[in-house]
């Protein structure tokens, strides 16, 4: 077992990576958190594959467990999910000594994260991630968020969790596309932050599963994940890094419709859409573009849009209709393990790169 600390003054919290870990480490979280009642947040698929998973793990703690099980899907992280956790908090009486732990995928992260930064004012929380991608990402940072139908992760909140226990044995089950998504994301720590890293990356095969790769790799990335939240939590700049290939993505996921393209996906195609965008800007080599464009495009799939004119293009980055600016602040590279905040990109020139990339590269992006 790996183990990492989070250190936020106040708020500092562990994460142990390993296999078969949960059993013996969860039931000590949770005697740590001295709390009578937990409340687990997780949804139909999890619950189907791995039943009540997580009460049978804590039944002999002598703590009430109350499972929560929301249907599955990005297209249900939303608001009227989210008022399903509240009613289902409030039907089992649940309260400020209550403890939420979170037993799924990046969707139900963020979704028990919100609630549990805002039931009663907030109540404290545990992820059990069980994709690659929230093992590696959204695990990890304590950012919460639903959808809102113009634009991805725009309600949310901060909220760190207490602990997180990244049980590896769960990925034995996840599907291969799920995988490959998720590696995009611990791909993207290494581009933003550690060439060692992501060499390190490119020297292994994601599949058949490797267990001692994916801990050495998720410690890795969940590291450079942590260091940049511990100097910038709330994403006062630093933390922005962490967004390359998100504005692509993000649009990508808001215009396909929640849940057809997976999170990990869309932004793999964004990273490469910034990586392209760098490239033409001289701020990466021929050389560091053919690296990281042939390490993308090995676990890319076509993603198939709505032809899009400039307008939509425009309020889908901007997540505004009315919006009076017209620019974003866009991560590129400067080499490859080194990002940075590139501000005032005017939304007119990606709208002239992404014509330009999706011409070039119609295997990654295809406009129907
Ligand atoms: N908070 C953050 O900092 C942050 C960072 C990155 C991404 N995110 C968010 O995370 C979400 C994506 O997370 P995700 O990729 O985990 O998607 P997800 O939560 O939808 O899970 C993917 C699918 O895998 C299933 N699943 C989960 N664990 C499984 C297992 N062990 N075996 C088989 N199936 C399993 C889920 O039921 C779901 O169908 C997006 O909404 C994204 O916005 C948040
Ligand atoms: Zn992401």
């Known amino acids: 077992m790996k183990t990492l600390k989070v250190n936020l003054p106040g708020r500092e919290y562990q994460i142990d990576i390993g296999q078969n870990i949960l059993d013996i480490q969860l039931p000590k979280a949770v005697k740590r958190n001295s709390t009578a009642h937990v409340v687990v947040v997780t949804n139909t698929t999890l619950q189907e594959l791995y039943p009540n998973f997580v009460f049978n793990l804590l039944a002999d703690s002598g703590v009430k467990v109350s499972t929560c099980v ?125 060439a060692d890293f992501f060499n390190y990356t490119q020297q292994h095969s994601l599949e058949p599963l490797d267990f001692d790769y994916l801990e050495e790799a998720i410690f890795r990335s969940c590291k450079i994940k942590a260091k940049i939240v511990e100097k910038d939590e709330t994403e006062k700049g630093l933390r922005a890094n962490l967004n390359f290939g998100h504005t692509l993505g993000h649009l990508i996921e808001t215009h396909a419709g929640y849940g057809k393209y997976l999170h990990g996906e869309a932004v793999g195609a964004g990273m490469l859409f910034a990586t392209f965008v760098s490239w033409r800007r001289n701020e990466i080599t021929l050389n560091e573009w053919d690296l990281i464009s042939s390490a993308l495009t090995q676990y890319l799939m076509p993603l198939k849009l709505l032809k899009m004119d400039f307008d939509t293009f425009r309020n889908l980055i901007l997540h505004d209709k009315k919006a009076q600016k017209q620019a974003v602040n866009f991560i590129l590279l400067n080499k490859l393990g080194k990002s940075f905040i590139f501000p005032e990109m005017s939304v007119e020139i990606l709208w002239e790169e992404f014509n330009l990339f999706v011409q070039e590269y119609p295997g990654i992006i295809r406009l129907e």
């Open 70 to 194: 929301l249907p599955d899907g990005e297209k249900y992280k939303n608001l009227d999910t989210l008022s399903m956790v509240f009613d289902f908090l409030m039907d089992v009486c649940a309260n400020r000594k209550s403890l939420l732990i979170a037993f799924g995928g990046g969707v139900i992260g963020d979704m028990a994260g919100f609630a549990a930064s805002t039931f009663v004012r907030g109540i404290p929380f545990i992820q059990v991630p069980t994709t690659l991608l929230s093992d590696v990402d959204s695990s990890v940072g304590g950012k919460t968020a639903v959808n809102h139908p113009s634009g991805k992760n725009t309600i949310g909140t901060f909220k760190q969790p207490e602990y997180v226990c990244i049980e590896l044995s769960f990925l034995k089950t996840l599907p291969s596309r799920e995988l490959k998504a998720g590696h995009m994301e611990l791909l993207k720590h290494g581009l933003i932050q550690d």
